[in-house]
């Protein structure tokens, strides 16, 4: 069962991101404030889930969450700032849009930046851990994947719609017969990396 808060009485966001490690499309971030004594059952990393068990619960958090926002930054802010960097951004992003002022972040992994002197936590594989990371890790997940589903319209032939731009076998061989698209991120030296598989 995941904690359901670190702090007692202080209001709590949690934070994580999606797509960090895509070769295509935006990195997602959520930030969730859920009420101290929120359960759910399967609640979990959404890592963990299926996506028909994220499909539910991201209606129940976003029901439920005191608070909740997304926020995404492109391919383009990722290849001129990093994807660490666009990680930890996004989040901010996320952070702005919250109606109620959390005054303690917990955020997923070790890297962050201060947000407006509010103080925060880094958890290690916090989404595993804890409730309001949980519940952010399935809103950036389900957010993000919905917008890839929507790009494999535009462009089937990568697959986006099963690998959500994820480094699978078939995306690269992808890759390699049509080349990159317009949102592909470049910084990621695609053209090094396939040379490297397929020669």
């Known amino acids: 069962m995941l904690q359901t808060a670190l702090?007692?009485?202080?209001?709590?966001?949690?934070?994580?991101?999606?797509?960090?490690?895509?070769?295509?499309g935006p990195v997602y971030a959520a930030a969730v404030?859920?009420?101290?004594?929120?359960?759910?059952?399967?609640?979990?990393?959404?890592?963990?889930?299926?996506a028909k068990q994220r499909s539910y619960l991201r209606g129940v958090i976003e029901k439920e969450a005191i608070d909740w926002a997304v926020a995404q930054l492109?391919?383009?802010?990722?290849?001129?700032?990093?994807?660490?960097?666009?990680?930890?951004k996004s989040m901010h992003?996320?952070?702005?849009?919250?109606?109620?002022?959390?005054?303690?972040?917990?955020?997923?992994?070790?890297?962050?930046?201060?947000?407006?002197?509010?103080?925060?936590?880094?958890?290690?594989?916090?989404?595993?851990?804890?409730a309001s990371i949980?519940?952010?890790?399935?809103?950036?997940?389900?957010h993000r994947d919905e917008f890839m589903e929507k790009?494999?319209?535009e462009l089937p032939h990568y697959h986006w719609d099963k690998n959500k731009g994820y480094p699978t076998k078939s995306h690269k061989k992808a890759i390699a017969i049509h080349g990159i698209s317009p949102y592909h991120?470049?910084?990621?030296n695609l053209n090094e990396q396939l040379k490297i598989e397929f020669t």
């Open 7 to 24: 702090t007692d009485n202080l209001t709590e966001a949690g934070c994580d991101e999606a797509g960090r490690g895509c070769l295509a």
């Open 33 to 50: 404030i859920l009420p101290k004594k929120f359960t759910n059952s399967l609640l979990n990393d959404s890592k963990k889930l299926t």
């Open 74 to 88: 492109d391919h383009t802010a990722i290849d001129e700032i990093n994807i660490l960097n666009a990680s930890i």
């Open 93 to 130: 992003l996320a952070l702005d849009q919250l109606k109620v002022r959390p005054y303690l972040l917990l955020i997923d992994g070790n890297r962050f930046k201060p947000y407006e002197n509010i103080p925060y936590q880094c958890i290690v594989k916090g989404d595993g851990k804890y």
């Open 134 to 142: 949980a519940a952010a890790s399935i809103l950036a997940k389900t």
């Open 151 to 153: 790009m494999h319209i």
């Open 185 to 188: 991120r470049k910084s990621f």
